[in-house]
């Protein structure tokens, strides 16, 4: 199993640009998340669904869309792109029992 | 919402010492605790978690201690190795959330040899 991979590593866009980030999980997981991570601010919840076709916002979901129409993927859409963007993304995703997340490398998002 | 506090934001121990860390919530309803670690450049992986019915629980080396009525929680890790360097971070879930994850800041950790 690859577990949870996320496509790309690394992107740098300018400010207005769009983009869409791709998680994938070959678990059969129900649950998938997308997280931001800031210096200082540990991982802060963007969107998250609970199965195939739902989504739901998190903590921080502007300026951000999400869509899962196939169980394992989940998208993160940035409409247009910001610096305040500028962060290290991470997705995850759960089995609908137990707790433990399981999370992907990450994507590197640099907005100029 | 949940609120989670962790500190230190950096500790540096040698080899061999122990190293805690400390974090504290806001919503009493908060029954799930986990620990993450996240080495460089790699997304976090659960260590060790815990649930409000507990009070202490442990895995080897890793232990963490949990104290409901003072709403805080801490991570122990005994005889520190290189490869406990890492960035570590707790988390909590309120019940009513689901299994929403609130994290706390991020513990750097650095064991000197």
């Known amino acids: 199993n690859a577990g949870v991979t996320q496509t790309p590593k690394f992107r740098v866009l300018k400010t207005g640009q769009s983009m869409t980030l791709l998680c994938a999980q070959d678990m059969n997981h129900e649950y998938m998340y997308w997280y931001r991570q800031d210096p200082g601010m540990g991982l802060r919840l963007i969107h998250y669904s609970v199965g195939e076709g739902t989504t739901a916002k998190g903590e921080v979901p502007d300026g951000y869309n999400v869509s899962r129409l196939k169980k394992q993927n989940f998208l993160l859409g940035l409409e247009s792109a910001a610096p305040s963007q500028t962060s290290v993304y991470f997705c995850?995703?759960?089995?609908?029992?137990?707790?433990?997340?399981?999370f992907g490398p990450g994507t590197r998002l640099t907005v100029t | 919402g949940e609120n989670v506090e962790q500190h230190p934001s950096t500790l540096s121990v040698q080899e061999g010492d122990s190293a805690v860390i400390k974090c504290t919530y806001s919503d009493s309803a908060s029954n799930y605790f986990p620990w993450y670690k996240q080495e460089l450049g790699k997304g976090p992986q659960l260590i060790i978690d815990i649930r409000s019915n507990v009070g202490e629980k442990k895995d080897q080396r890793i232990a963490v201690t949990l104290n409901k009525t003072a709403k805080h929680f801490s991570l122990h890790i005994t005889e520190t190795q290189p490869e406990d360097s890492a960035v570590y971070f707790c988390a909590a879930t309120p019940k009513a959330a689901g299994n929403k994850l609130t994290f706390g800041g991020g513990t750097r950790v650095l064991v000197k040899p």
């Open positions: 995850a995703s759960r089995p609908p029992t137990g707790n433990e997340q399981y």
